[in-house]
């Protein structure tokens, strides 16, 4: 059986980014930049002032000066005139600084009297100015390529002149749950069938990691109709099966797809909730099979998918995040499966505490929902006691 | 001058949330659930196998005991009949119990020949079952009103047999950039003119905080002007204004707005960056004039915008999560203002270390696009060196 790093590393190795699209600054948020943004203009594009007072030269902003208002200069409406001595242009915060004038006398220090003012505190020298290309000059790289855009991307983007923006196209996921015995929700349900939770919870986690989700039609427990899913899930970037991955008689999807050309790269993987876990590539589309328990399916996600969407989508595909907590409850010594433990999660004045839930069933999504965090538990670690400190997936955190 | 947390409180304190809508449990990922989900089903539906096996009576299960397999039950294909003594039926994974049979033996336990299999290792009583409503029974409250749905709640939500859930109304959040100044990206600057970042930046930052944005267009320093957007936006949940909210004699909102009837409640508050900002009321509508300068206006939405949307959104509004990490370079005294500073954040092995850069000019937007958090500093703290511990706002961890 492979490790949960070893997995992860093939599929991640296995995989390519999506190529460019150029779409709206608008709707550029939480996307990846497939080509980096370089400023067009330079910003600020002269020295302005950056407060309410007056354009004055050094020299004049002495206390007790008295200088002569010239003119009103708002932002976006520069001053054409000069500065002189003895003078003085009304400026606002964003106002250019005219020709002539050396630094900005807050409106608070003087004294206004019709066309003139009068100092009361000293100007000195170059203040309240900011100079032209202080936050970037034409040309400047604004945003590298790959990084994730945030909403001050878009503001910097915007500041830089681009109304369109080169990202890399959102990862289109194919989800096809499989089984006889599920059914959509609303839907009719057969005897000792369920609901099924997969789909729509991996549709979900998907958007969540940045990707598209199609949520194919249910496939029966039937080669042929597997198969069925498998071709309409062409023109994706990735297929994802739930349920049916295993090697029991009614485990028909390595079968299915094998029929289709899958190439089986793994199918096992040392770790609790979760295994058996597939992976293989059917053409040039990745092919991710998971658990058909939900919350085996859940924790795969967070360890595979996650990374894989995240490649795909031109980021780099790193393992989830984990943070450190004390344990709540004792655990006992774990076998030779790495494990991801469901836990109650709280801060105390020293940090997270983590409580593992007392009943660690794959079938049971409610526990998993209620779950703050899944502590990670290395391979044949030992028994933990109360309070010792442990590895935690804050869940949470992740959105998801 | 209010404190941050004044001001955060008065705002908070004049919202409501929006009502309730019902959307396709497709779509309610990162929505704030209105009405509670109950269980519409006992899950498991019915004593079902947790693993692939054999449904036998526990009395039968020891070592070297011949049973005759007298039928097959894949998930959701019950067995009608009954397990007498000697008897067994194959299961799968969800399979449920046949009745008469008391537990299931795993097929790596037990050797098939034709009909028979032999027990190669003792049963033991009730094993291998996931007991009916071991997850949850009919009825129950699977996920409580004011939750934010995340993909594990959607699944729970599906498995509970809910095509549709019943969420808060995304609040609309009217966007209205005013200045004489700015420019779209892509448009016409004017001399001495910049292009607008604030109201994408903006829209960005709504949608991030599960709001609805609505850009309205650039509103010119005129009074009119100004009111007219004003009126444009009605029907949002909150309006949001930038630039323009002092009392500089080009600073026209509040005249504008209060024209147009709006009750002002504040307009200043102890903060740096981000004085002034403005809040009050348009009939029943919140107003939030923020800043003109993009790193006031940005930090200015983190602590009061976000949680506004949030309460909108059903949600508590909270301040911003502060987490601790040590100076990279030392901090002067502070002043009578709240200042949040930007600062370039890593980890090394005993945690977080945020370095505040160098310049904190409030019209630099490139700076601020590249912190990894704020630090967050008190009214008059005292001067901290290289190494002190000091609470931050990762934005980063935040998506924006």
Redo the contacts between chains.
Sequence with gaps: MLSVEQARAQILSAIKATGPETVA??N???RVLATPVMAR?T????D?S?M?GYAIRAADGVEKAILSIIGTA?????FAGHVSAGQAV?L?????IPNGADTVII?ENVTRQNDTITVNEAAGAAKNI?RAG???ATG?V??PAGKL????????????????VTVHRRPKIAILAT????S???EA?????????????????V??AGGEPV?LPIAR?DITAIADGADAARGADMLVTTGGA?V???DLVQPALQARGLSLDFWKIAMRPGKPLMFGNLGEMPVLGLP???VSA?VCALLFLQPAIAALGGLPGTAPTTETARLGAALKPNDQREDYVRAHLHRDSDGWVATPFG?Q?S???????N?GALIKRPAFDAARGTGVAVEIIR?G?L??
């Design positions: 600054l608008a550029a948020a939480g203009l910003q600020p594009p002269a302005l950056a309410d708002p932002a976006g409406h520069p009304r606002f915060t964003g106002s250019v409106q900011r202080q936050d970037f400047d604004l945003i855009l945030t909403a001050r991307d878009i503001g910097l983007a915007a500041a830089g002149n681009h109304p369109w089984g006889d015995e599920i959509l929700p609303g349900i057969a005897a000792g069938g369920i609901v099924s939770s997969n789909a729509h919870m991996l549709a979900a986690f958007t969540a949520v427990d295993s029991g008689d009614h058909g328990n939900p859940f009943m069933d079938g049971m999504l409610r526990t998993l929902a779950a869940l955190a959105g998801i």
